[in-house]
């Protein structure tokens, strides 16, 4: 039996409020030529919206007709306050579920009807989830060089910006790296069967000395973090994060892919260096064995992937209990409503860890009026009601993505023989 009805998903209880949702669709601009997907659920109360972050940048379209064609219809006529409800009756409505598509799209109406709420309440969002728990938010930076003496000097001139922490990626000779630029190969080395190819050796040996290299100079004040992008063998993984103790990593993001986890526990039994994981988790069950087994110190959410501030919120309640931080991912594909989403759950959450920032340019800092402000290594809280944050859509019409977007399809790199190397 099934019953697949396109129509509003009424719950058993009256609807008093009198408000009701009018319009939910998404809208995709591109002010710093990433495609940003935000979701505004409109209501029959005059000037009262909410946006929500759905980007997915690299399936932009495809949220977008979730949005339009399959969760509209569902929402149009229901009070927008029963946001729990609302939340867990679309994560079952295809049937199938979870995904990045599918969440990102539950979580740009999850956000705004979070946005609504606070509106409605003349609250921030931090208020409605029980209140601020810190001054500001401090956030991590990020260094990079073609070799240690660059990542060196740009770790220094952030330390004197006022930031504390700083994630550090180096090239590997004669290729990039994640988050790196290209660097030349060494002198007299033999042209490569693969042209900048990605060799784990060399990353592993590169990285070890970086991070020597960057002690030596800049002493133990900094806290450090270093992204694998679960780019090596799982063993490799291993004898990297024993050959980074000596450097007191803030932590060591995604040392193996989601599907390797369960190295995670042999990693844990041979090293000490603290770990940070999950931003390709899709489902907050990803992370129950992870924080039960206490095999990670920090969940590193895509907020929007796991479908948006009920689940992420929801989810840190439960890391507490074991002692788990959070560091919420905040790269460029996030659009700034899901930066103002990070910052609300930082404010509120007792076990917060540590925020990454993005700098929005002022293209996006224009479409997207309220961008959180960064000074002094922190991201500081606005007191507007909801998000804080709003959309302005005719700039946003002045950046319309391009499809297929350029340059957004992960180009994964090549090693020595030829073969993929995972992202
Ligand atoms: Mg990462």
Same mark, same amino acid.
């Given at each position: 039996?099934?019953?697949?009805?396109?129509?509003?998903?009424?719950?058993?209880?009256?609807?008093?409020?009198?408000?009701?949702?009018?319009?939910?669709?998404?809208?995709?601009?591109?002010?710093?030529?990433?495609?940003?997907?935000?979701?505004?659920?409109?209501?029959?109360?005059?000037?009262?919206?909410?946006?929500?972050?759905?980007?997915?940048?690299?399936?932009?379209?495809?949220?977008?007709?979730?949005?339009?064609?399959?969760?509209?219809?569902?929402?149009?006529?229901?009070?927008?306050?029963?946001?729990?409800?609302?939340?867990?009756?679309?994560?079952?409505?295809?049937?199938?579920?979870?995904?990045?598509?599918?969440?990102?799209?539950?979580?740009?109406?999850?956000?705004?009807?979070?946005?609504? *709420?606070? *509106?409605?309440?003349?609250?921030?969002?931090?208020? &409605?989830?029980?209140?601020?728990?810190?001054?500001?938010?401090?956030?991590?930076?990020?260094?990079?060089?073609?070799?240690?003496?660059?990542?060196?000097?740009?770790?220094?001139?952030?330390?004197?910006?006022?930031?504390?922490?700083?994630?550090?990626?180096?090239?590997?000779?004669?290729?990039?790296?994640?988050? @790196?630029?290209?660097?030349?190969?060494?002198?007299?080395?033999?042209?490569?069967?693969?042209?900048?190819?990605?060799?784990?050796?060399?990353?592993?040996?590169?990285?070890?000395?970086?991070?020597?290299?960057?002690?030596?100079?800049?002493?133990?004040?900094?806290?450090?973090?270093?992204?694998?992008?679960?780019?090596?063998?799982?063993?490799?993984?291993?004898?990297?994060? *024993?050959?980074?103790?000596?450097?007191?990593?803030?932590?060591?993001?995604?040392?193996?892919?989601?599907?390797?986890?369960?190295?995670?526990?042999?990693?844990?039994?041979?090293?000490?260096?603290?770990?940070?994981?999950?931003?390709?988790?899709?489902?907050?069950?990803?992370?129950?064995?992870?924080?039960?087994?206490?095999?990670?110190?920090?969940?590193?959410?895509?907020?929007?992937?796991?479908?948006?501030?009920?689940?992420?919120?929801?989810?840190?309640?439960?890391?507490?209990?074991?002692?788990?931080?959070?560091?919420?991912?905040?790269?460029?594909?996030?659009?700034?409503?899901?930066?103002?989403?990070?910052?609300?759950?930082? &404010?509120?959450?007792?076990?917060?860890?540590?925020? +990454?920032?993005?700098?929005?340019?002022? @293209?996006?800092?224009?479409?997207?009026?309220?961008?959180? +402000?960064?000074?002094?290594?922190? &991201?500081?809280?606005?007191?507007?009601?909801?998000?804080?944050?709003?959309?302005?859509?005719?700039?946003?019409? *002045?950046?319309?993505?391009?499809?297929?977007?350029?340059?957004?399809?992960?180009?994964?790199?090549?090693?020595?023989?030829?073969?993929?190397?995972?992202?």
């Amino acid at each position: 039996m099934s019953d697949t009805a396109d129509k509003p998903i009424e719950p058993p209880w009256a609807q008093t409020s009198g408000v009701r949702i009018t319009s939910v669709r998404a809208i995709l601009t591109a002010p710093a030529g990433t495609t940003l997907v935000v979701v505004r659920v409109d209501t029959s109360e005059p000037g009262l919206y909410g946006l929500g972050c759905a980007t997915f940048t690299q399936r932009a379209a495809a949220v977008a007709t979730a949005v339009d064609d399959y969760l509209a219809p569902q929402l149009i006529g229901r009070d927008p306050a029963d946001i729990t409800d609302i939340a867990s009756t679309l994560h079952v409505s295809g049937y199938w579920r979870s995904g990045p598509v599918l969440n990102n799209a539950l979580s740009g109406v999850d956000m705004a009807l979070w946005d609504i *709420k606070g *509106k409605q309440a003349g609250l921030p969002v931090w208020q &409605l989830l029980g209140g601020r728990c810190r001054t500001a938010v401090p956030v991590y930076a990020h260094a990079q060089g073609r070799d240690a003496e660059e990542v060196a000097d740009e770790v220094r001139d952030l330390m004197s910006q006022g930031y504390r922490y700083v994630r550090c990626q180096v090239a590997v000779p004669g290729a990039g790296t994640y988050g @790196a630029p290209a660097a030349a190969a060494p002198a007299g080395s033999r042209p490569p069967l693969t042209p900048n190819a990605w060799d784990p050796a060399a990353y592993r040996r590169t990285v070890r000395e970086l991070f020597g290299h960057l002690r030596q100079e800049l002493g133990a004040e900094v806290e450090l973090i270093h992204d694998v992008h679960e780019r090596v063998h799982p063993t490799d993984a291993v004898r990297l994060a *024993k050959d980074l103790e000596p450097y007191d990593l803030f932590y060591l993001e995604d040392p193996v892919a989601p599907e390797d986890i369960e190295w995670l526990r042999t990693l844990r039994s041979r090293s000490v260096t603290p770990i940070a994981i999950g931003e390709l988790f899709t489902n907050p069950a990803e992370y129950r064995p992870v924080v039960q087994e206490r095999l990670c110190d920090f969940i590193r959410v895509h907020i929007s992937a796991i479908g948006g501030i009920t689940p992420a919120w929801r989810l840190a309640n439960a890391c507490e209990l074991f002692g788990v931080r959070t560091a919420w991912h905040g790269p460029g594909d996030v659009s700034p409503v899901g930066h103002a989403a990070n910052l609300a759950l930082d &404010l509120a959450c007792p076990n917060f860890g540590i925020q +990454e920032q993005h700098l929005f340019g002022s @293209a996006a800092q224009e479409v997207f009026p309220g961008c959180p +402000e960064i000074r002094d290594g922190h &991201l500081w809280p606005s007191t507007a009601p909801g998000l804080g944050i709003d959309l302005d859509e005719r700039l946003a019409l *002045k950046h319309p993505p391009q499809f297929p977007a350029p340059g957004r399809a992960w180009r994964p790199p090549r090693r020595a023989d030829g073969a993929l190397q995972r992202p």
